[in-house]
């Protein structure tokens, strides 16, 4: 079974601290992502990673950034967290050429900025 | 702009009737969608997908329908069952494997 994981559940930090969400999958994938999900707009891409060290903005990237440094581990860096980025974050991975395109999902992170 | 849709934000259905979950798209260039299922605390899990050189697509008890002269998709389930009460997302692809999400829908099926 592919296993995607993330370093914490829930997480409460404060307005400007650095916040750091871990993502790390078992199945040796060439492609990873993280997301944001909040009610009535779904799943929005905020980066993705086709390869250790290569990183794309997705839609909403903004007050975010990511780091690949080993292909297992995907981390998204939260660099002054604001009261608008609580939210829940979810990391995907999927192998590179995947016919049908389908993503492995971790359990997600709720982050809580106050 | 969210290019995808989904204009139901709930849906409940009985035990062994049919639950169809409606999903609309702006973009023509989409060349695949999927359906995932996400239960309460977990992540997304995959359900079903359909290329869009189809039109049809059956696994078990759910089938995914593309009408692309409509824009619209469409997910069957049959019969539905309590297990499958959960928020189901519908998605889009322009390339590799970057999606576009639509909001959810949140199933319930009742006894």
């Known amino acids: 079974d592919v296993k995607v994981t ?4 829930y997480l409460v930090k404060r307005t400007g601290e650095k916040v ?14 993280w997301y944001r999900q909040d009610p009535g707009l779904g799943l929005r891409l905020i980066y993705f990673s086709y390869d250790v060290k290569m990183k794309e ?8 950034s990511v780091s690949r440094e080993k292909k297992e ?7 002054s967290a604001s009261t608008n ?4 974050y979810l ?11 389908e993503q492995y999902f971790g359990p997600g992170t709720r982050l809580t900025v106050t | 702009d969210q290019q995808v849709k989904q204009n139901s934000p709930s849906l409940s259905v009985q035990e062994g009737r049919i639950s169809i979950l409606n999903c609309d798209y702006t973009n023509s260039m989409f060349d695949y969608f999927l359906w995932y299922k996400k239960y309460p605390a977990e992540g ?12 049809k697509n059956e696994d078990g ?51």
Not at chain 2, 44 to 55: C, E, M, N
């Open chain 1, 91 to 101: 990391c995907a991975s999927n192998p590179r050429g995947a016919r049908s395109y």
């Open chain 2, 61 to 111: 008890r759910f089938t995914v329908f593309l009408n692309k002269s409509a824009k619209h998709l469409s997910l069957h389930i049959v019969p539905s069952q309590p297990g499958d009460s959960a928020v189901y997302f519908c998605a889009a692809s322009l390339s590799w494997g970057k999606f576009q999400f639509g909001a959810g829908t949140q199933v319930v099926v009742t006894p």
């Open chain 1, 6 to 9: 993330q370093s914490s559940r």
């Open chain 1, 20 to 33: 750091f969400l871990e993502c790390v999958q078992d199945m040796d994938h060439e492609n990873m992502f």
């Open chain 1, 85 to 88: 980025q609580t939210s829940m």
């Open chain 1, 73 to 79: 581990r995907f981390s998204l860096i939260l660099e």
């Open chain 1, 57 to 64: 903005k997705g839609d909403i990237p903004e007050g975010y």
């Open chain 2, 44 to 55: 997304p899990t995959f359900l079903i997908s359909i290329s869009s050189i189809k039109d």
